[in-house]
């Protein structure tokens, strides 16, 4: 479903500090978003908005046309440090997050269901017994997008997800990531938040890159089906490759501006 904010400005409660500042975002239903931006630039905080975990200062932020009041289950979240609670074991954790969503279906089914899920993450059925913290961060953070895909919300946040992970494990769990919102027929909307380029090139429709300060959009660039690359052919593309110098050039001009 689609996101539509206009000049959004947003400080905590109790501060006068202006995180965010004249932003505008236009989503649409399906795509896969990249918010990009130096570390503390308050990408973090702009999930926190379209989670509905934090209210505008001013400005519209808009979820499907509607305004957005509380979160959700319409808007699930995957989280860096994995969200999974630590006396549950892995299965019990994905469990929870389909018994929640959906009350009514038979329990049996239910664990069914987290079953296909394991396997659709690459999980052997017997992580279902596993505590988390029996389990590496890779599979912590497979069950963290079993649980989110299970769901079925359809906006799915994802705030530096891989952000923790080794890079062979962070690529795997990119392309899971990435044939799971392929796969359906119906696309999810993602934002996944990431301060790495290469990554949002790889995943996104659509980048956003925000500056400092307050942040505010500072690059919107929308990647067109022809352009979509694989990681085999990432380095192939000249359009690819022209935006990637784009981007790493505004991400280090921002830094640039920051140190001086
Ligand atoms: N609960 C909070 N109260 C006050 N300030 C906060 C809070 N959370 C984050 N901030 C501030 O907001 C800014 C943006 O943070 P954040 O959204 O986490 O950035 P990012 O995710 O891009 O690293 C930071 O300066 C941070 O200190
Ligand atoms: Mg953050």
Same mark, same amino acid.
Not at 62 to 69: A, K, M, S, T, V
Not at 135 to 164: N, V
């Given at each position: 479903?689609?996101?539509?904010? @206009?000049?959004? *400005?947003?400080? #905590?409660? %109790?501060?006068?500090?202006?995180?965010?500042?004249?932003?505008?975002?236009?989503?649409?239903?399906? @795509?896969?978003?990249?918010?990009?931006?130096?570390? %503390?630039?308050?990408?973090?905080?702009?999930?926190?908005?379209? !989670?509905?975990? @934090?209210?505008?200062?001013?400005?519209?932020?808009?979820?499907? %046309?509607?305004?957005?009041?509380?979160?959700?289950?319409?808007?699930?979240?995957?989280?860096?440090? #994995?969200?999974?609670?630590?006396?549950? *074991?892995? %299965?019990?954790?994905?469990?929870?997050?389909?018994?929640?969503?959906?009350?009514?279906?038979?329990?049996?089914?239910?664990?069914?269901?987290?079953?296909?899920?394991?396997? !659709?993450?690459?999980?052997?059925?017997?992580? #279902?017994?596993?505590?988390?913290?029996?389990?590496?961060?890779?599979?912590?953070? &497979?069950?963290?997008?079993?649980?989110?895909?299970?769901?079925?919300?359809?906006?799915?946040?994802?705030?530096?997800?891989?952000?923790?992970?080794?890079?062979?494990?962070?690529?795997?769990?990119?392309?899971?990531?990435?044939?799971?919102?392929?796969?359906?027929?119906?696309?999810?909307?993602?934002?996944?938040?990431?301060?790495?380029?290469?990554?949002?090139?790889?995943? *996104?429709?659509?980048? #956003?890159?925000?500056?400092?300060?307050? *942040?505010?959009?500072?690059?919107?660039?929308?990647?067109?089906?022809?352009?979509?690359?694989?990681?085999?052919?990432?380095?192939?593309?000249?359009?690819?490759?022209?935006? &990637?110098?784009?981007?790493?050039?505004?991400?280090?001009?921002?830094? !640039?501006?920051?140190?001086?």
């Amino acid at each position: 479903m689609g996101v539509h904010i @206009e000049d959004l *400005s947003f400080s #905590y409660k %109790g501060t006068d500090r202006l995180i965010l500042e004249h932003l505008n975002i236009d989503v649409q239903d399906g @795509e896969f978003v990249c918010l990009l931006g130096q570390s %503390g630039c308050g990408k973090s905080t702009l999930l926190r908005l379209i !989670a509905g975990l @934090e209210s505008p200062t001013s400005g519209e932020l808009l979820f499907d %046309g509607e305004p957005i009041h509380g979160a959700s289950l319409e808007r699930g979240i995957v989280f860096q440090d #994995y969200g999974l609670f630590p006396w549950m *074991s892995a %299965g019990e954790n994905i469990l929870l997050g389909l018994t929640q969503k959906f009350p009514d279906v038979d329990k049996a089914d239910l664990k069914k269901r987290v079953y296909e899920l394991l396997e !659709a993450v690459g999980l052997d059925a017997k992580i #279902y017994r596993k505590l988390p913290k029996e389990l590496s961060g890779g599979m912590k953070q &497979r069950c963290a997008i079993a649980r989110a895909f299970g769901i079925d919300s359809p906006m799915l946040l994802m705030d530096e997800p891989f952000g923790a992970l080794d890079a062979v494990t962070r690529a795997r769990l990119q392309d899971l990531v990435l044939s799971l919102w392929g796969k359906e027929e119906e696309k999810k909307t993602i934002f996944f938040v990431t301060h790495d380029v290469d990554e949002a090139l790889l995943l *996104s429709t659509h980048i #956003y890159m925000l500056g400092q300060s307050p *942040s505010h959009v500072i690059l919107d660039e929308r990647i067109p089906e022809e352009h979509r690359v694989t990681r085999n052919t990432q380095f192939d593309d000249k359009w690819i490759l022209d935006l &990637r110098n784009k981007l790493v050039m505004e991400m280090n001009r921002d830094i !640039a501006c920051r140190v001086e």
